[in-house]
């Protein structure tokens, strides 16, 4: 990728240029004042916007990569920001159950976690 700059959200670090979120499932778009306003993350809006919209809908808005764990095994599935998260969910969830689990990276490659043993 010819990408070398140190931007690679593309979201503006600036905040006068309040960021714009959009939510295809729920069919709307918030701006982040509130989040940059009220709760002074500055440059994390964005991620805690996606944190808070997830933990009260059940999913991430548009444009928001996340690493996936999907159980091949049982319906139990994950979204995750961090990968570090998505990965400590397939080996508890591989460590609890002896399920595989497939990690999806932001990329869309897959990678197998497999219970231990
Ligand atoms: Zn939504
Ligand atoms: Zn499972």
Redesign the pocket.
């Known amino acids: 990728m010819p990408d070398d700059s140190d931007d690679p959200t593309g979201v503006p670090d600036s905040v006068d240029d309040t960021p714009i979120i959009s939510c295809e499932r729920c069919g709307r778009e918030w701006d982040l004042a509130y989040e940059l306003d009220e709760m002074a993350v500055g440059n994390q809006a964005v991620q805690q916007f996606a944190l808070d919209h997830h933990r009260h809908t059940g999913h991430f808005p548009d444009g928001v990569e996340t690493w996936q764990a999907v159980?091949?095994?049982?319906?139990?599935e994950i979204q995750r920001l961090e990968s570090s998260a998505a990965r400590r969910w397939a080996e508890t969830?591989?460590r609890h159950?002896t399920?595989s689990?497939s990690l999806v990276d932001t990329d869309g490659e897959t990678t197998v976690v497999d219970p231990p043993g």
């Not at 159980?71 to 139990?76: G, L, Y």
């Open positions: 159980c091949r095994h049982c319906p139990e969830h591989a159950t399920h689990v």
